[in-house]
């Protein structure tokens, strides 16, 4: 059995089904939790073929005593648990006068409640011990929402400012128990042939789209490096910049753009079923469908797994940037 225990919700596909790959081939045992059965038996069988042991747990995060329940056996099979990530999520492509009360309330129980849910099972072992990390998967969009996905993006920046009150705690306390968001661009995960929908066309990740795995590979360097937070992915910080610098300019710019850059060319299929309340069978794996346009590589991650390089590179960009501007007074 290895020597370090990671948790991951919501890791039957998409980014936890990837960062129970990475966790795994990172040497951790794993404790795992999602609805479906079958992408948690496969993510099972992923994580063995890597040297590695997963517990499952099936159920939802929107259940404390699920959550409760992972964090036990975990514990009682595996051991301590050294890293706990937040990853379980659903959401709603529509407009927020169109959805209902119940939509709301469950993206805001699963998303939101189900973070808390962790982190504070999470807390309630790691304190005693002193140590250990808790990793929040974010979004770019906890600080700059997008039309459309209002109850997600609200869940999101809950999960911001629930984070930012409990590290300042844990601060007061002394306490060397690490506290971490990573911040994401769009993903290339099965969400979008699986999530609820009211728009006319099929749904998209707004471009750029990165790759799971490259996004679990942050999520590994989070939990094993952590720092108050991690953007992760050019666009990523553009959006988190542009609500900074101009909110009104970007507010204008995404009710021109944000409809169409969310729905794929193709109608969407009437009565399509989806995960937001009930889980739906099959494995989905990690990947979605744009394959095609997913990049691998984050220059964002890059810079923080290679610090040295990332300061040469700054001081080379400044001096090149002065020269520049040294050469064009001397020729003005």
């Given amino acids: 059995m290895t020597s370090k225990v990671a948790v991951i919700t919501g890791a039957s596909s998409g980014i936890g089904r990837a960062s129970a790959r990475a966790f795994a081939a990172a040497g ?11 992408g948690l038996e496969a993510a099972r069988r992923e994580a063995e073929e890597l040297g590695s042991v997963a517990l499952l747990v099936q159920g939802d995060v929107a259940d404390p005593g699920v959550v409760e329940q992972l964090a036990a056996d975990t514990e009682a099979r595996l051991g301590p648990i050294d890293v706990w990530v937040n990853n379980a999520m659903v959401t709603v492509l529509s407009p927020a006068a169109e959805m ?25 072992r790691m ?36 984070t930012d009150s409990l590290r300042s705690e844990l601060i007061h306390d002394g306490s060397s128990v690490r506290l971490t968001m990573v911040q994401l ?9 699986v999530m609820r929908n009211r728009m006319p066309g099929r749904p998209q990740p707004v471009p750029p789209i990165f790759a799971p795995a490259t996004i679990a590979e942050a999520i590994l360097y989070a939990a094993e490096h952590p ?3 991690m953007v992760v992915g050019g666009s990523a910080l553009k959006a988190i910049l542009g609500q900074k610098v101009a909110p009104g300019l970007v507010d204008r710019y995404l009710a021109r753009t944000g409809y169409d850059a969310q729905q794929r060319p193709e109608a969407e299929v009437a009565g399509r079923p989806d995960n937001l309340f009930e889980w739906l069978p099959g494995d989905r794996g ?7 346009q997913s ?13 040295a390089l990332g300061v040469v590179s700054s001081v080379a960009l400044a001096a090149a940037g002065a020269a520049i501007a040294a050469r064009r007074r001397a020729l003005g």
């Fill in 286 to 292: 990690s990947e979605g469908p744009f394959q095609a």
């Fill in 185 to 193: 661009p769009a993903v290339n995960t099965p969400q979008f042939e």
């Fill in 227 to 229: 720092a108050r937070e």
């Fill in 127 to 162: 304190r005693q011990r002193d140590r250990g990390t808790i990793v929040q998967v974010g979004s770019a969009l906890a600080y700059r929402s997008i039309p459309l996905q209002s109850a997600y993006c609200a869940s999101k920046a809950a999960i911001r400012g629930f």
């Fill in 295 to 307: 990049r691998h590589q984050s220059l964002q991650l890059w810079l923080r797994e290679h610090p």
């Fill in 28 to 38: 951790y045992s794993l404790g795992l939790v999602a609805r479906s059965s079958a």
């Fill in 100 to 124: 209902t009360a119940e939509e709301f309330r469950r993206v805001t129980e699963v998303n939101y409640l189900g973070t808390v849910y962790g982190t504070l099972a999470a807390l309630r």
